[in-house]
């Protein structure tokens, strides 16, 4: 597809279960970003990927949230024995390279309730 | 720690009037500045950014926003609103060379 894909687009899962969201960015993009939009508040980041390099993990919020990038490509996020706090619009945005003066593009984002 | 602060949480505006939105950030170093919309049940869609020039910027849609240092402000503004700009508007300061700091975003309503 031309632009980022995030799957699934709505998960409902039960307290203390783990999911996974994932994400395709555009191709060829080497910088990958998550972010979580919760109810009323802005995005805060979680983690960046870029190309082969560490990825800044400075934002996941315990460590109960992981991600992983294969081939420098899909990345997928994962949530283990989730909390009702987790419950939150999480988006994925790819770039062509590291740089703020390059467009960050936005999936649609993996709606994610916990009940 | 850097900051973005979006004062208005919602703004209402007639369709064909002017639109104003705020944002206050607080940063050490020159700041790079950002202004996404969200339409409902997509993603953020790059509105403009400012790194560094002329502090009045022009972007997609018809929008603009101004740069002023001596407020740490960067209010995005369009002189005549359409009902399709009804959406939810996120201000951003970039961090370092990745990493952007969003503000809270404000919903804008059009009425008819």
């Known amino acids: 597809g031309a632009g980022v894909s995030q799957s699934p687009s709505n998960k409902v899962t039960e307290k203390g279960k783990d999911v996974e969201l994932r994400c395709d960015p555009i191709s060829g993009h080497t910088a990958l970003y998550w972010y979580r939009q919760s109810l009323g508040q802005g995005l805060e980041f979680l983690i960046y990927?870029?190309?082969?390099?560490?990825?800044?993990k400075s934002g996941l919020p315990s460590d109960r949230f992981s991600a992983e990038r294969t081939g420098g490509s899909v990345s997928t996020l994962t949530i283990q024995r989730t909390q009702q706090e987790d419950s939150a619009v999480y988006l994925c945005?790819?770039?062509?390279?590291?740089?703020?003066?390059?467009?960050?593009?936005f999936g649609q984002g993996t709606r994610l309730t916990v009940v | 720690a850097q900051s973005v602060t979006q004062p208005d949480i919602h703004i209402t505006v007639s369709e064909g009037a002017s639109l104003e939105l705020r944002c206050n950030y607080s940063?050490?170093?020159?700041?790079?500045l950002f202004w996404y919309v969200q339409s409902p049940g997509q993603g953020l869609q790059l509105l403009l950014k400012y790194f560094s020039g002329d502090t009045l910027v022009q972007g997609i849609k018809g929008f603009e926003a101004e740069f002023k240092r001596s407020q740490s402000s960067f209010n995005l503004r369009k002189p005549s609103v359409h009902w399709s700009d009804a959406a939810e508007y996120f201000c951003?300061?970039?961090?370092?060379?990745?990493?952007?700091?969003f503000g809270a975003g404000t919903t804008v309503t059009v009425r008819a």
């Open positions: 940063y050490g170093a020159t700041p790079y």
């Open positions: 990927f870029q190309g082969n390099s560490a990825p800044d």
């Open positions: 945005a790819s770039s062509v390279r590291q740089g703020l003066d390059t467009e960050a593009f």
């Open positions: 951003a300061v970039g961090t370092n060379d990745y990493k952007l700091s």
